[in-house]
């Protein structure tokens, strides 16, 4: 099967297209024909920078990136009692670890995925994967969302935080979103009752009183975040579980809550997407598309931080 394999860390020139053994799969595996993948920013910091890429794969060489799929069914593993031959799935496969998204035919943990609702392309569905999973694991698992909350979402634009503007106006919250001026009425599309412009706006200043910060940027956003949330309030910080002193000091005189999530493949969590998705309480964006053999492409925009929604390979 063709699939793209990187040898070490580097430039997108590293992604290379090879001819590889399909996968064997284990007792507890469905192996799946891919029709679309969606990249994710640890997609291209894989790729990047070794340390990452060691952090993620050990000593493993060559490596195949990616983790989000949709696809069909073609084989199950004999253990296997909720997917057949023929299935249209999705799924998040193996995060943190080995998903080996890149490439024609995936084995996944059946656990990992949930059946393509029918009103949800391929396409859609590949992008309702890892960027949605883990809004959804930081305002529900780790925050506690409920009705009436309010929540600031930094980076409302983006893949994880246009799902969060989504998931929490669905749980009932009153949400501000952030982002730039251009992006303001998707923002606003997408159900937020508030836009604030992080170019000319101060975003501490309009709110002094948010229950839950999700927090896709760090920096001074995560320092200045602790201002705008209640004490007793919550701040899921995603990029790095590195967070400074002066944050960690900040928030403990406030009696804020700030916590660091990695998102993690369960099976909970895919199927409450597919229901969102199925009850058009979720609408994916799709940015962009590309065909397979662009993949390098695809990772030069993502490098951009300037998508809105998320970017689409059809394999």
């Known amino acids: 099967m063709k699939a793209v394999i990187l040898k070490e860390a580097g430039s997108v020139e590293n992604l290379q297209f090879a001819e590889v053994e399909k996968p064997v799969l284990q007792n507890d595996e469905v192996l799946v024909k891919v029709a679309s993948v969606s990249i994710n920013p640890v997609d291209v910091k894989a790729r990047s920078y070794d340390g990452v890429l060691g952090w993620i794969f050990g000593e493993e060489r060559p490596v195949i990136l990616g983790w989000d799929i949709s696809g069909e069914v073609v084989e199950t593993g004999n253990g296997v009692t909720d997917f057949k031959i023929g299935d249209q799935v999705f799924g998040m496969v193996n995060f943190f670890g080995n998903g080996k998204a890149y490439a024609e035919y995936v084995a996944s943990p059946s656990k990992h995925l949930a059946l393509k609702p029918k009103n949800t392309t391929y396409q859609q569905a590949a992008a309702s994967t890892m960027a949605a999973s883990t809004a959804y694991q930081a305002l529900v698992d780790v925050a506690k969302i409920k009705k009436g909350d309010k929540v600031l979402v930094h980076g409302a634009s983006g893949g994880v935080g246009h799902f969060a503007v ?126 397979f053999e662009e993949i390098a492409k695809v990772h030069l925009e993502v490098e951009t931080n300037r998508v809105v929604g998320k970017v689409v390979i059809n394999i």
């Open 166 to 291: 989504q998931i929490a106006k669905h749980f009932g919250a009153y949400v501000i979103g952030t982002s730039s001026a251009k992006n303001r009425d998707f923002v606003l599309s997408l159900g937020a009752d508030q836009h604030i412009d992080y170019m000319t706006e101060n975003f501490a200043e309009k709110v002094q009183d948010a229950d839950i910060v999700l927090d896709t940027i760090q920096g001074e956003t995560l320092l200045h975040s602790v201002d705008a949330v209640r004490p007793g309030g919550i701040i899921v910080t995603l990029p790095t579980p590195e967070i400074s002193q002066e944050v960690k000091e900040k928030a403990d005189m406030k009696q804020v809550n700030i916590t660091f999530m990695m998102v993690a493949s369960k099976k909970e969590t895919i199927t409450a997407v597919a229901q969102l998705l199925e009850q058009e309480a979720l609408k994916p964006h799709i940015h962009k598309t590309f065909p």
